[in-house]
Antibody, heavy 121, light 110 residues
Framework: QVHLVQSGAEVKKPGASVKVSCKVS????????MHWVRQAPGKGLEWMGGFDPEHGKTIYGQKFQGRVTVTEDTSTDTTHMELSNLRSDDTAVYYCTTSGEDTALAAFAYWGQGTLVRVSS | QSALTQPASVSGSPGQSITISCTGT?????????VSWYQQHPGKAPKLVIY???SRPSGISNRFSASKSGDTASLTISGLQTEDEGDYFC??????????FGGGTRLTVL
């Protein structure tokens, strides 16, 4: 069973960067393909980026290209998502998610609890 | 990549069946059998209820079923229960090796 625990809520000013963490347990990070999805208040889910095992690299959503960076620390089984040049419309709950131990599963079976990032001057 | 199109809301009475549609394009829903559906209750993380168009994860009730025809996928919930109330999102893998979600559908059980 995969368990994902995310870092706490953040408040940032416009133009700043935020780094959200997601610690994996139950499996090692290297066994999983991790993704990041966000949800603005009252809005739908939006895929930001994640690891594509077929191509062996992290793919980013076009909307976030150049502003988002996903990194992995296999020594602590923690993945990080950093979003730069924050705007007010980046205010959202950010989730880490994964298909789990079956990396061939094309779906997001496990989710972190979410991290609220509020961007306000 | 534009979001997949879902109706904003659907409703039904306990015991009835409802269907939620999810329309994409030949670059996402129509390209692969990698459509999944998620249930979300207020303040909670999404929960996977359908993957690979019509497969249910372990522990998901067989009241949840799904299908796909062309660029449109559908989720049907039969024998509606009050606990089914919430938001439902579809998602699809795309030909750009990315993922796209639907805008979400609010299900109200009257």
């Amino acid at each position: 069973q995969v368990h994902l625990v995310q870092s706490g809520a953040e408040v940032k000013k416009p133009g700043a960067s935020v780094k959200v963490s997601c610690k994996v347990s139950g499996y090692t990070l290297s066994e999983l393909s991790m993704h990041w999805v966000r949800q603005a208040p009252g809005k739908g889910l939006e895929w930001m980026g994640g690891f594509d095992p077929e191509h062996g690299k992290t793919i980013y959503g076009q909307k976030f290209q150049g502003r988002v960076t996903v990194t992995e620390d296999t020594s602590t089984d923690t993945t990080h998502m950093e979003l730069s040049n924050l705007r007010s419309d980046d205010t959202a709950v950010y989730y880490c998610t994964t298909s789990g131990e079956d990396t061939a599963l094309a779906a997001f079976a496990y989710w972190g609890q979410g991290t609220l990032v509020r961007v306000s001057s | 990549q534009s979001a997949l199109t879902q109706p904003a809301s659907v409703s039904g009475s306990p015991g009835q069946s409802i269907t939620i549609s999810c329309t994409g394009t030949s670059s996402d829903v129509g390209a692969y059998n990698y459509v999944s559906w998620y249930q979300q209750h207020p303040g909670k993380a999404p929960k996977l209820v359908i993957y690979d168009v019509d497969s249910r994860p372990s522990g998901i009730s067989n009241r949840f079923s799904a299908s796909k025809s062309g660029d449109t996928a559908s989720l049907t919930i039969s024998g509606l229960q009050t606990e089914d109330e919430g938001d439902y999102f579809c998602a699809s893998y795309t030909t750009s090796n990315s993922w796209v979600f639907g805008g979400g559908t609010r299900l109200t059980v009257l």
